[in-house]
């Protein structure tokens, strides 16, 4: 199992980022998928998940209205839309693969985890 998140950068309060997550080595229809992030002397935090059979999503609060995720099958790829940055935002994104049952937000519930991308919003 591999993931790779990519797409993260530098951007100014107010912008937009996407990062998508490139998934192999499994079946990627069969999971909900997950991002979580860290900020720098901080735990890492659940941002959004995407359950893999009823397409239902969750979101932190903190970031509800702002992030999207979504995913793209054919392409094995999960996506985190993120829209009116904060500077708060800034921190390393990692998307996962969940396997658990009824916490998407718990990160426990997920086994495999993507390198991270870094994401810095200036203000």
């Known amino acids: 199992v591999q993931l790779q998140a990519s797409g993260g950068g530098l951007v100014q309060a107010g912008g937009s980022l996407r990062l998508p997550c490139a998934a192999s080595?499994?079946?990627?229809?069969?999971?909900?998928m997950g991002w979580f992030r860290q900020a720098p002397g901080k735990e890492r935090e659940f941002v959004a998940a995407?359950?893999?059979?009823?397409?239902?999503?969750y979101y932190a609060d903190s970031v509800k209205g702002r992030f999207t995720i979504s995913r793209d099958n054919a392409k094995n790829t999960v996506y985190l839309q993120m829209n009116s940055l904060k500077p708060e935002d800034t921190a390393v994104y990692y998307c996962?693969?969940?396997?658990?049952?009824?916490?998407?937000?718990?990160?426990?519930?997920?086994?495999?985890w993507g390198q991270g991308t870094q994401v810095t919003v200036s203000s």
């Open positions: 996962a693969r969940h396997v658990g049952w009824g916490r998407p937000q718990a990160p426990d519930e997920y086994d495999f």
């Open positions: 995407l359950n893999w059979s009823s397409g239902s999503t």
């Open positions: 080595g499994f079946t990627f229809d069969d999971y909900g």
